[in-house]
T-cell receptor, first 112, second 113 residues
Framework: AQSVTQPDIHITVSEGASLELRCNYSYGATPYLFWYVQSPGQGLQLLLKYFSGDTLVQGIKGFEAEFKRSQSSFNLRKPSVHWSDAAEYFCAVRGATNKLIFGTGTLLAVQP | KAGVTQTPRYLIKTRGQQVTLSCSPISGHRSVSWYQQTPGQGLQFLFEYFSETQRNKGNFPGRFSGRQFSNSRSEMNVSTLELGDSALYLC????????????FGPGTRLLVL
């Protein structure tokens, strides 16, 4: 069965520090992977996606993610976090059917 | 291009009532999917419509239904509301059915009293 695991429920980083949010997926074939961000009371905004090709993908707002097939991971990174990055981050996989399977999310807090 | 729009943004209903939520996809997008987001269950897939036909359905009771119109706009209906139906309902559109990117609307916040 397809699934996504985000091991960290809550992460706090200092402004200017680097960030890595973990995501592990379970899917038999080559997955289509996504990271979305959600601010309080808002919908989901697409940060980046991986379909194929280069395993390091760049997204909006300075985010990047690396697809590692051997580790079944798709971790999200940002070299320097801004206070406006505080939000909830969701990793998702899209498999044989059209639906997205989401992880439980990681809530990011940014300390001044 | 305008994004996905959802109406209404907020809704309060009482148990036993029914509710209809509306979603207008990005212009040119023909696939619309619906998701329910709750603190306990997270984000769960409800159903997907493409070319006015339901293509996929998640594990929700028959009280949850939907439809899509010829202009790709979609509605979802929940009948006989229960307290547990309180959630953020998100609509997403993509250009075609298949492994394309889904773009989400702001959601409709439903509170059932």
């Amino acid at each position: 069965a397809q699934s996504v695991t985000q091991p960290d429920i809550h992460i706090t980083v200092s402004e200017g520090a680097s960030l890595e949010l973990r995501c592990n997926y379970s899917y038999g074939a080559t997955p289509y992977l996504f990271w979305y961000v959600q601010s309080p009371g808002q919908g989901l905004q697409l940060l980046l996606k991986y379909f194929s090709g280069d395993t390091l993908v760049q997204g909006i707002k300075g985010f990047e993610a690396e697809f590692k097939r051997s580790q079944s991971s798709f971790n999200l990174r940002k070299p320097s976090v801004h206070w406006s990055d505080a939000a909830e981050y969701f990793c998702a996989v899209r498999g044989a059917t059209n639906k997205l399977i989401f992880g439980t999310g990681t809530l990011l807090a940014v300390q001044p | 291009k305008a994004g996905v729009t959802q109406t209404p943004r907020y809704l309060i209903k009482t148990r036993g009532q029914q509710v209809t939520l509306s979603c207008s996809p990005i212009s040119g997008h023909r696939s619309v999917s619906w998701y329910q987001q709750t603190p306990g269950q997270g984000l769960q897939f409800l159903f997907e419509y493409f070319s006015e036909t339901q293509r996929n359905k998640g594990n929700f009771p028959g009280r949850f239904s939907g439809r899509q119109f010829s202009n790709s706009r979609s509605e979802m209906n929940v009948s006989t509301l229960e307290l547990g139906d309180s959630a953020l309902y998100l609509c997403a559109s993509s250009s075609v059915q298949g492994k394309e990117t889904q773009y989400f609307g702001p959601g409709t916040r439903l509170l059932v009293l």
